[in-house]
């Protein structure tokens, strides 16, 4: 059993930056693929951001690349998200999601799911 716990949204004026972070428990964080995904009112959870187990790769959805920047220190149990260059269409509310099985794409696949953080762009 992994429990999932991000925080680090907010409100943030558009142009500004937040870093998300998500704790994961117990002693076995490092098996999995986490995965950073979002949901804006009315709209279907995506995909954003999502690292290997070993954090030597990295994935990222066109909407966020090259403003967005996933790490994980798998020492600490901990998956971030550094999100720069911030727009309104970035608010939302951002999920982390551990994958036993590799990282994915398909929000359907993963195998635990934090509550959720929101961020707030404004412009």
């Known amino acids: 059993q992994v429990q999932l716990v991000e925080s680090g949204g907010g409100l943030v004026q558009a142009g500004g930056s937040l870093r998300l972070s998500c704790a994961a428990s117990?002693?076995?964080?490092?098996?999995?693929?986490m995965g950073w995904f979002r949901q804006a009112p009315g709209k279907e959870r995506d995909f954003e951001s999502g690292?290997?187990?070993?954090?030597?790769?990295?994935f990222y959805a066109d909407s966020v690349k090259g403003r967005f920047t996933i790490s994980r220190d798998n020492a600490k149990n901990t998956v971030y998200l550094q999100m720069n260059s911030l727009k309104p269409e970035d608010t939302a509310v951002y999920y982390c999601a551990a994958r036993r099985s590799g990282m994915n794409w398909y929000s359907g696949v993963y195998d635990y799911w934090g509550q959720g953080t929101q961020v707030t762009v404004s412009s």
């Open positions: 117990g002693r076995t964080f490092g098996n999995y693929a």
């Open positions: 690292i290997t187990w070993s954090g030597a790769n990295t």
